[in-house]
């Protein structure tokens, strides 16, 4: 069955169970550590229309998280190509797991296993291994967590939907559009305040309305109501990736006493951001993590970073690189 007649099957129960998690579960991340920000997740990719969503994005200046997974990847070249290119376009990859299999019909072995699969062929494309999931449909019940946890996962939720799965039987995009932008026009433009609120959108890709008409109206919308966009790594304020993974290539490699940009290609948390995450477990996720060629640069311990990890690591990096060409002219 194809993905996106999966989901359509069993959304219903998605958002009910989605709903009835989220609030009691504090390993379940739904809104970010600071207001005034939206992180735009966009999940099921990589998908054909990709590319289009990628130039929208970047003629907005908007960066996103891309929550792929791994059998996409692995049946198909462009989609493997779209990694590196969502890499570039400044944003941050993170998992989906690999089949969209529901993972609270899984043995914690069967969940380690989707995790691992995905990150390794995310890897493999991209050079990166996320420590961000999002679990099918949402369903992520006690076993899920836990192995989550251990795994150095950061379980990925949202607290708004664009809901643009029910909607993909519609003839009009633009009503499918209409509809899709419901809960954002209810929840997030006439009732959510920025100096208080943030949130963690839910999109997808795989959908030619979602893409070429949707995607606009969100960001217009979000825009419109002061709040501005960040990638989930500056939303949740740990890192994007595990260590063991390689920097991105669209990193600068920077003259000497330059910093460099941050991971995922967003501006680094404000310093004046709650502070660490208290809810989420951050083993050394790199652990649990197997296979993949050697990495060349490791990102620093997740356990060492708190909300400012993109400073943090934009500082180690400096300093590390200045030692080493100092060392060098030695
Ligand atoms: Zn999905």
């Known amino acids: ?23 009691d579960d504090p390993n379940k991340i739904d809104t970010c550590k600071m207001p005034g920000v939206v992180a735009y997740t966009i999940d099921d990719g990589p998908g054909i229309y990709n590319d289009e969503l990628l130039a929208i994005m970047a003629k907005k200046n908007v960066k996103a998280t891309f929550y792929v997974l791994g059998r996409k990847v ?10 590196k290119k969502i890499l570039d376009g400044g944003h941050q990859l993170a998992s989906h797991t690999y089949s969209h299999d529901n993972m609270d019909l899984m043995t914690d072995v069967q969940m380690k296993d989707e995790i691992n699969k995905t990150s390794d062929t995310i890897f493999k494309h991209s050079g990166v291994r996320p420590a961000y999931m999002r679990a099918p449909e949402g369903r992520c019940a006690e076993l899920c967590t836990k192995t989550m946890a251990e795994m150095g996962q950061i379980i990925s939720h949202w607290n708004i939907d664009t809901n643009d799965w029910r909607f993909t039987g ?28 943030s949130f963690i959108l839910l999109q ?20 419109k109501k002061g709040y501005r966009f960040v990638t989930m790594e500056e939303c949740i304020g ?52 197997s296979g993949g060629p050697k990495p060349t640069i490791s990102t620093p311990p997740k ?28």
């Not at 049946?75 to 990694?83: C, G, S, V």
């Not at 991105?248 to 310093?271: D, F, L, M, R």
């Open 1 to 23: 069955m194809k993905i996106s007649a999966f989901l359509s099957c069993s959304a219903i129960f998605l958002a009910t169970f989605a709903s009835a998690v989220m609030p």
């Open 74 to 83: 692995d049946e198909n070249a462009a989609q493997a190509a779209a990694l």
């Open 170 to 197: 519609e003839k009009d995009p633009l009503v499918a559009t209409k509809k899709s932008m419901e809960e954002i026009m209810d929840v997030l433009y006439n009732k959510s305040d920025p100096a208080t609120d």
């Open 204 to 223: 997808h890709e795989i959908h030619e309305f979602s893409v070429r008409h949707l995607a606009n109206e969100v960001i217009d919308t979000v825009i």
């Open 238 to 289: 740990e890192p994007a990736y595990l260590p063991g993974s390689t920097v991105p290539s669209t990193v600068p490699v920077p003259p000497t006493g330059t910093t460099i940009a941050p991971t995922s290609g967003g501006p680094v948390a404000p310093t004046d951001a709650p502070g660490p995450v208290p809810t989420v477990s951050q083993p050394n996720g790199g652990a649990t993590v």
């Open 303 to 330: 356990g060492d970073v708190d909300s400012s990890a993109g400073a943090m690591k934009v500082a180690s990096w400096a300093l590390g690189f200045s030692a080493l060409l100092g060392y060098a002219l030695i």
